[in-house]
């Protein structure tokens, strides 16, 4: 039988499987890939980030075509995927999504790109630690603990090296399917959510803050929606 690719892109932080942990199960019913984005690697110096370079890796590990699945900053290239290429995309899924170009002029968005522009335009004279603790402070408003191990280390670099995600070329979004997951906690991502259910997607809500899909729910809700897709396109072609 052939099983359907599902294709998750991560966001900072966990990246490859680790970064689904609720949604590994997946891979009995679907050919599921957890992607590593550019830059992302468990040896490697991080790298600067790169849109370009994230969706031709989601591009290419879609193959003949999937589901993707997306959270944070890896729904940018996600989303640009499936506006350069909708016809590979079955359906695009979005988890607290930093679409920020999209909204732009909108007031939680203008409101968190000024506070977090001096950060970017200082971060050069950063350390990682220090970059990362104010990040931190300044997204979630919570504390940081301090890089503790080489992986701590590299990740710290990593997130210092990530552009913002507002310069991000994105300005359309695709004629496919999508479902938004927030967490509600947040009004910047419940304004790009809303943006995006004006323009025709699902918009769905679950705890977690901003991992809803480590939540029973959010991940009923993932599976849910994937499989709706699948059925209605199994519809059509019979």
Partial sequence: MHK??????????????????KQHGMALDYDALFLRRHGYDPVAEPLASDFDADVGIVLTSLGA???????????VSATMAAVEQPDLVH???LVEPACLSLTAELPATAAHKALMQP????RDRLSDED???EFVRRAFSSGSPAPDSPEALRTARRLRLQAPAWEAP???VPGVPTLVLTGGWEPLYEEIAGYLRETGALHRHAAGGHRPQDSVEGDRIIRSFIAGVTRSESARAS
Avoid: K, M, N
Wanted: without cysteine; proline residues 2%; charged residues 10%.
């Fill in 170 to 172: 994105l300005h359309i």
């Fill in 65 to 75: 075509g999937g589901h993707v699945v997306a959270h944070a900053q890896g729904a």
């Fill in 131 to 133: 970059y990362e603790r």
């Fill in 4 to 21: 359907q690719r599902v294709v998750f892109v991560h966001g900072a932080g966990a990246y490859g499987a680790a970064a689904w942990p």
């Fill in 119 to 122: 950060l970017f335009d200082v």
């Fill in 91 to 93: 359906s695009l899924t």
